[in-house]
């Protein structure tokens, strides 16, 4: 079925280090990508979007990535702090629907 | 202003009983949208709620149902509650049906005894 996987359920880095986490998509439909963190007891919080007409997009220390050639979404994030410390998800949007859908999760964790 | 707000912040109820959820959207947004996600899984979308209509719907049987006020808040309602159902319950909201940025709120975490 069409679904927004993750390669890596979980993620291991020390404090200061570059952190990546991958994700899978299987719809070329999609025309917006989205990645979320999600802290213990709390609900998602948008980090940054990127549309399928772009290549790459950068925030406060994270940047995203799109390569629709093979259907893959990174997220970066540079010199990982222990705040950062949570579960990740992409999701996936189509222009025809309102609803997001979600990948299983990645869970960081940083090391100090 | 406020945020996307849920209440309860926890609920446990008894398989067969019926349970109901509330959200108040963000200030200035007019669509809720509701997801379930179970422990260690991404969320669900359950439906879309926009001027008061159900607009789109995904896999989630008609025990199911919401509804959206004319303030925009909205409930979701459970019948014959489910051991399966224990979940957390998350309300996003945006602005536009077709909106493509959508805000949390914290859930409510429902356990089914």
């Known amino acids: 079925g069409e679904s927004v996987g993750l390669h890596l359920p979980t993620l291991s880095v020390q404090e200061g280090d570059n952190s990546i986490i991958n994700c899978a998509y299987s719809?070329?439909?999609?025309?917006?990508f989205i990645w979320y963190k999600q802290e213990s007891g709390k609900g998602p919080q948008f980090i940054i979007d990127?549309?399928?007409?772009?290549d790459k997009r950068q925030g406060q220390r994270v940047t995203v990535l799109l390569n629709k050639t093979v259907k893959h979404l990174s997220l970066q994030i540079a010199a990982t702090q222990p705040g950062d410390s949570a579960v990740y998800f992409c999701?996936?949007?189509?222009?025809?629907?309102?609803?997001?859908?979600f990948g299983k999760g990645t869970k960081l964790s940083v090391k100090p | 202003d406020a945020g996307v707000t849920q209440s309860p912040t926890h609920l446990i109820k008894t398989r067969g009983q019926q349970v109901t959820l509330r959200c108040s959207p963000k200030?200035?947004?007019?669509?809720v949208s509701w997801y379930q996600q179970a422990l260690g899984q991404g969320p669900q979308f359950i439906f879309q709620?926009?001027?008061?209509?159900?607009?789109q719907r995904g896999n989630f049987p008609d025990r199911f149902s919401g509804h959206q006020f004319p303030n925009y808040s909205s409930e979701l309602n459970v019948n014959a509650l489910l051991l399966g159902d224990s979940a957390l319950y998350l309300c996003?909201?945006?602005f536009g049906q077709g909106s493509y940025e959508q805000y949390f709120g914290p859930g409510t975490r429902l356990t089914v005894t």
């Open positions: 719809n070329s439909a999609s025309d917006y």
């Open positions: 990127i549309r399928s007409n772009m």
């Open positions: 709620y926009y001027e008061e209509e159900e607009r």
């Open positions: 999701a996936e949007k189509r222009r025809s629907q309102g609803n997001l859908i």
């Open positions: 996003a909201s945006s």
């Open positions: 200030s200035g947004h007019d669509t």
